[in-house]
């Protein structure tokens, strides 16, 4: 996945989702409250203002939004310097119409936040920081300069000087605030937007890799044996020189095993059929295919299978999901990786439950992350000993929350521990010290033999279009 570029010309993928003409009819919105802001102060309230240069202020922005209007297509995406363009326009619109209408001394300064929060919600960070400074910067330029507001006797409205103070401490405080909150909300927005894609690509490749396995096993399964019997019969015709019987009825038979290859095909590629073992398997069976990738990569990976206490149940067979075997891969995986030299993967089962608990000898997880694994795009600081043990990773925090996504989606419960302090030294390197992820099932939602999900025997239904 391509790291999104911070910067004013190079911002956030989602700055170039804005139509123009979406930005169009927010700066109409904002024109049409103007003009009947100014029109009631002037009318109904008789307050004497700079009326000719606040039409004058408005009628740009009316220029501005017909001329985009008539030069740029419907369909107009803005770029991030555009977006960021519009959005510093409106900005100095709206301050310059409030120096007209008596700066922090207008109700209608509060108006300052929309740009901040729209620079916070689509923009850049870089573009957000110089739209936040300069809505600041502007503030506090209307504190001190403006053109006091008129009654209709001449006298000057004007507020006291620490009321005009407290607005200006309050208007600062929301446009961080609020700059803040909103960039943190469209990031984490964003994050899991990319990381669901991530999931998504990741499941649909199992999905892919289990289909395609699943038609070369059909197709060796079902030519086997009338390949090997049209071979058994072509070899006899070689051998067979003479005009016979036997011959006869060699030929008959190849004709009756090419029908059935014929058929055969033709079966498959209508409808397919339903192979029993493509779709379920022992849990054992399960974990090892999942843990088949990690086996031969310098680590010693232990397999130990058990029940629970007062138990007496067979080994349960498992629904071979995409997902689930595509989530242990990830974090057999994450243990493999980190690993000194050991990784123990546990089975247990009972009558309600299978569990699946992964264990490694190695540090563990930082304490300070334990909250947050499974967060999207969260990643340690790599050490010195990392470095040295992995020197090729580089991973973008996405492997656990695809693994705890796809798992989750299977009906399952993860757990993330560590077993003993991370950083003390004093065990031995054999102790099951390190991290522990366990991934707990309610048995009926994945057990292939009992429940909802009991896989039957037969042939799948011929899809219908």
């Known amino acids: 996945m391509i790291a999104s570029e911070i910067g004013l010309l190079h911002g956030q993928p989602r700055s170039s989702w804005i139509r123009l003409r979406t930005m169009i009819l927010l700066r109409w919105v904002a024109i049409a409250g103007q003009l009947a802001a100014l029109t009631t102060a002037q009318e109904f309230f008789g307050l004497q203002l700079e009326i ?17 209007i008539f030069i740029f297509p419907e369909s107009k995406r803005l770029s991030e310097f555009e977006n960021f363009m519009m959005v510093l326009f409106d900005l100095l619109q709206l301050a310059f119409l409030l120096y007209l209408t008596g700066g922090l001394s207008n109700p209608f300064a509060l108006l300052l936040l929309g740009p901040v929060t729209i620079s916070a919600t689509v923009l850049g960070l870089r573009s957000t920081v110089l739209i936040g400074s300069s809505a600041i910067i502007l503030v506090t330029f209307l504190a001190m300069f403006n053109i006091p507001l008129r009654t209709e006797q001449g006298l000057i409205l004007r507020i006291p000087d620490f009321f ?26 964003q994050s899991m937007n990319d990381a669901l894609v991530a999931t998504q690509m990741a499941l649909s490749r199992e999905q892919k890799l289990t289909d395609l396995g699943g038609v070369v096993a059909a197709a060796a399964h079902e030519l086997g044996t009338p390949l090997a019997t049209i071979k058994l019969a072509s070899s006899e015709l070689v051998e067979e020189l003479e005009d016979n019987a036997s011959l006869r009825e060699d030929a008959a038979l190849i004709r009756e095993q090419a029908d059935r290859c014929r058929d055969i095909l033709r079966d498959m590629g209508r409808a397919g059929k339903d192979d ?48 689930m075997i595509h989530g242990l891969r990830n974090l057999i995986q994450n243990a493999v990786d980190f690993a000194r030299a050991n990784v123990w993967v546990e089975s247990t089962w009972s009558q309600n439950m299978i569990s699946i608990r992964i264990m490694d000898d190695g540090r563990g997880y930082p304490p300070q ?18 470095r040295k043990a992995r020197p090729e990773y580089e991973g973008m925090g996405l492997g656990l929350f695809i693994a705890k996504t796809l798992l989750e989606r299977s009906g399952a419960e993860l757990t993330f521990a560590n077993g003993s302090d991370p950083y003390h030294s ?39 279009i």
């Open 369 to 386: 992350m334990i909250g947050r694994i499974g967060d999207p795009f969260v990643r340690r600081r790599r050490t010195e000993s990392d």
């Open 164 to 189: 005009v103070f407290g607005n200006w401490a309050a208007i600062i405080i929301a446009i961080i605030f609020m700059g803040a909150y909103s960039r943190r909300i469209s990031s984490e927005i």
């Open 276 to 323: 029993l073992h493509l779709r379920q398997a022992p849990l054992t069976a399960v974990i090892n295919e999942a843990a088949e990738p990690h086996m031969h990569r310098g680590k010693f990976v232990h397999f130990e299978e058990g029940l629970d206490l007062d138990e007496n149940l067979p080994q349960p067979s498992v629904l071979r999901k995409p997902e």
């Open 426 to 464: 004093g065990l031995g390197k054999s102790e099951r010290r390190g991290a522990i992820v366990e991934v707990v099932w309610p048995r009926h939602k994945i057990d292939a033999i009992f429940g909802e999900n009991a896989v039957p025997i037969g042939r799948n239904q011929p899809i219908e």
């Open 52 to 68: 000719g240069l606040c039409f004058l202020t408005v009628g740009v922005s009316v220029i501005g939004n017909l001329v985009a």
